[in-house]
């Protein structure tokens, strides 16, 4: 483990994970080899579960910054797909052009079935909201909206 503790990098903190599998394997077959009992916390020094800990928050940090631009993406093609399509098309209701738009959601119906993944499109003046299919849309695949 690194004496300093600055942030590890993505792979350093890979390579931990690795380090400390391998620790923890050889140390269970040492015990199983004795015929000793597992040790509560996995055979594991404090030092290294306080590692595994950082690593597990890193980790959940860096899915949640992939999620996050993986959010911004859909929407920016959202935007573009309204762009390109409604143009300046103005709201069925208050005649404004002033629309918003979300990010792909999946709606369900009462029973729970589960239908094709949307985004939303807002009139900003008078709240009017409407779904566009984003599979038709082309932002998600079939595959994909059903991960």
Known sequence: ????KEELSYDELAEEIRSLRA???????RRKGRGAAPRSGGGLTVEQRELLTAIR???DQERQ?????????LLEEAIRWV??????QPCPYCQ??????????????LNGEVMSPAFPVMCGNCGHTTFVNAIKAGLLSDEESQE
């Open 1 to 4: 483990m690194p004496e300093d």
């Open 23 to 29: 620790k923890i394997s050889k140390s269970a077959k």
């Open 57 to 59: 928050e890193k980790l």
């Open 65 to 73: 910054k992939e999620a996050q631009r993986q959010e911004q993406e």
């Open 83 to 88: 762009e390109s399509k409604w143009g300046s």
């Open 96 to 109: 404004q052009v002033k629309w918003q738009v979300g990010t792909p959601l999946e709606l369900s119906a």
